[in-house]
């Protein structure tokens, strides 16, 4: 593993009410990474990141973040952040956003001019900077809000559903943003509960799930790790085939058998087995898991906002 | 430096975009205008630039009267009516929802995930606010300094004190505002709380002021009051305060002790421009004695700065003053403390 952006552990938040949000977890993110956190509603991924960024205090966390404690507030100098919902002032033209969250990293008007045209100029926004905000859509100020987060040049940019609301055309910016960040060596930390945009531009991912991270590795190898071979026929299967399928573990849709297999000499037998018995084979295509499947299939049953059940007898944060 | 000049400069932002705001610069504007209007000549004094002559053989040009009447006009009636009643109450309509708004989710988390401590943004985002106060009352001051100046030949500097003593006054009562609106996250609880808190200290005061009246200027005066018929006799003949008067008093004013005096400290004003300089021991004469040409002399006016100067300045202030300070310190902890 190269340099960690991020590296903490047993990280809790019991909040009042004994509600246990994050249930001891322990997390680890590259430099110059992309990474997507992913879970259910009420999962716990916003209140890990506002722990990272100071807004909402652990009630325990080890580890540092950048070399630093987490909570060390110069460290804040360093990240961006974009938090869900997030709300500016109607009062503000786009770029006196900037210049605002600029100003808050003590970045001096003068110097953050010269920034904040550049950062326009990405999220495209220059034509309407000077305009207030309470004339821009809903994805526009989206994207002033991604926009103040780069404004202090960070090396860790937290991203909480930094697509929502905001168009195809819009999200497509927000992506190829992404990865321009990545070229730059600086760290991507996304929430987002859109899958499919996650896994067009995530390195890592971790799933988490009331409270706990289910899973978590390189996205490839997570998805990579799972494939299956699906099998296309014409007409009918005949009856004396359920037996092999059950052996072989298929299952079966409209005009596919799937098997699950790494390798495509696993899945030779049942062709062979389908092909003696008169079956017509018009496709056969190997598919690894999709983020969407690979998160289905960790979080199962966990309801959407059903977080763990309320503490007894421990104490409150 | 820079951080806290950002937050300062977005205050001002919020300020000129509050309508509330213009309505109270507008009007502290035509109030100046009507201030600036008014003159002196041998036979009283006019309004509106001698549109409106008014007939006084005492208020007249070049008098000490006509100065005082200036004066006054603007520490007893401009400072102690309209900024310490409307223009004290529609600051703190347009600015009681500036804690609960910036307390909400998704706004107060891009100010909280910057590297500056939440004491200095709570502090200095509850020191800008108070620049609600302090545009209009300055704009006034400049208004009746110049016309001061110009109409009757008295350059008081003194004036100005009215800026930092009305931005006191108005953050006595503002500090209530923001502690309901940390712990409520509410515009209009925020604003509730503030007018019950200034509607009680306002009760107190008055209640502290009749208790002074009745056990200890009345005897000073010679007036007695009969309760049982709801007469007054007025005998002249000064009476010893009792011993039971004094308990009452003492009781009343220990009563009101814990609470901020804004009535009091909006009233300062008088005692603090400096009168001596130019006109005299007048600090007890009001306006509409001065108007019907009869200021108190000799012990009336000695009563009437003793009743005026029954709580000194310092113990108005500091008093109040400290109220704050716990009140702040109450919201800035759980500012400080609170996960959002």
Known sequence: MGELALDI??????????????RGISLQVEKGRVFGLLGP?????????????????????????????????????????LPEHARFPDYLSGAQVLEFAAGLCGISP??????????MELVGMTDWQHKPLKTYSKGM???????????????????????????????????????????????????????????????????????????????KELTGKQTEFRIKYEGELPADMEPILKTHRCRREAGLVIAPALL?????????????????????????????????????????????????????A | MIQIYTILVDSLRLLKAKKLFWIVLSITGMVGFLYASIGFNETGMSVGFGLQKIENPVVVEGSDFAKMFYLLLFTSFINDWWFGFLALALALIASCSVVPEMMKEG??????????????????????????????????????????????????????????????????????????GVLWKSSLFALLSAMV?????????????????????????????????GTTEMTGEEREVTEEGRRNYRLVRAAGAPLPKIRKATLLLKRLVDFDEELGPMAGVGLISLMAGDPPQGRDLEVSN???????????????????????????????????
């Open chain 2, 306 to 340: 003793e009743t005026e100067e029954r709580m000194s300045t310092g113990y108005i202030l500091w008093s109040s003053a400290g109220f704050e300070l716990v009140v702040l310190s109450g919201a800035a902890f759980v500012f400080c403390r609170r996960d959002y």
């Open chain 2, 107 to 180: 706004s107060i988390d891009v100010m909280v995930s910057k590297p500056l401590s939440r004491l200095k943004l709570f502090v200095t985002k509850y020191v800008g606010v108070l620049f609600f106060m302090a545009v209009p009352v300055l704009l006034l001051c400049v208004i009746c300094f110049l016309s001061m100046g110009i109409r009757v030949g008295v350059w008081k500097w003194d004036l100005f004190l009215a800026v930092p003593l009305l931005m006191f006054v108005f953050s006595l009562i503002y500090c209530v505002a923001v502690l309901a």
């Open chain 1, 9 to 22: 552990s047993k990280v809790r938040k019991v909040y009042s009410g004994k509600v246990e949000a994050l």
């Open chain 1, 110 to 119: 003068r110097k953050c001019a010269q920034r904040s045209a550049e950062l």
């Open chain 1, 41 to 81: 509603n009420g999962a716990g991924k916003s209140t890990l990141v506002k722990i990272l960024t100071t807004i909402i205090r652990p009630t325990h966390c080890e580890g540092e973040m950048l070399g630093k404690p987490i909570g060390h507030k110069p460290t804040l100098g360093r990240i961006g952040y």
């Open chain 2, 197 to 229: 808190f200034w509607s009680m200290c306002y009760v107190m005061h008055l209640a502290e002021s009749l208790a002074y009246s009745s056990y200890y200027l009345m005897p000073k005066v010679g007036m007695t009051m009969d309760l049982t018929r």
């Open chain 1, 141 to 219: 100020k989206q994207r002033i809000g991604v926009a103040q987060a780069l404004v202090n040049d960070p090396e860790i940019v937290f991203l909480d559903e930094p697509t929502d609301g905001v168009d195809p055309a819009g999200r497509r910016d927000i992506r190829l943003l992404m990865e321009r960040l990545r070229g730059e060596n600086r760290t991507v930390f996304v929430n987002s509960h859109l899958l499919g945009e996650l896994e067009l531009i995530c390195d890592d991912v971790a799933i988490l799930s009331q409270g706990a991270i289910k899973m978590e590795g390189n996205l």
């Open chain 1, 264 to 316: 495509a000499k696993e899945v030779m037998p049942l062709l062979d087995a389908l092909r003696s018995k008169g079956v017509v084979i018009s496709g056969l295509e190997r598919r690894s898991l999709t983020l969407e499947e690979l998160f289905l299939g960790v979080v199962g049953d966990d309801r959407p906002g059903a977080g763990p059940p309320p503490l007894k007898g421990r104490s409150k």
